[in-house]
């Protein structure tokens, strides 16, 4: 039988673009992952999140979990 999981996603705003500067506030992004793995959920992919052609304005974090 294979595992069944659960996902969720983390959605964080930075404060300027990525491709024109980075302004993320990692810490407070770290203390988000921190209570999410505390929780049991396990980071799975990190990717920015953009207006068409326009710059990364949000960060996007996927976790999993076994389901049950």
């Given at each position: 039988?294979?595992?069944?999981w659960?996902?969720?996603?983390?959605?964080?705003p930075?404060k300027?673009p990525?491709?024109?500067?980075t302004?993320?506030?990692d810490?407070?992004?770290?203390?988000?992952l921190?209570?999410f793995?505390?929780a049991?959920?396990?980071?799975?992919?990190?990717?920015?999140?953009q207006?068409?052609?326009?710059?990364?304005?949000?960060?996007?974090?996927?976790?999993?979990?076994p389901?049950?």
């Amino acid at each position: 039988m294979h595992p069944q999981w659960e996902y969720t996603v983390l959605k964080l705003p930075t404060k300027t673009p990525f491709l024109t500067g980075t302004d993320f506030d990692d810490a407070q992004f770290g203390k988000h992952l921190n209570a999410f793995g505390a929780a049991g959920w396990e980071l799975v992919s990190v990717t920015g999140i953009q207006r068409a052609n326009g710059p990364t304005n949000y960060v996007m974090a996927v976790m999993k979990r076994p389901k049950g």
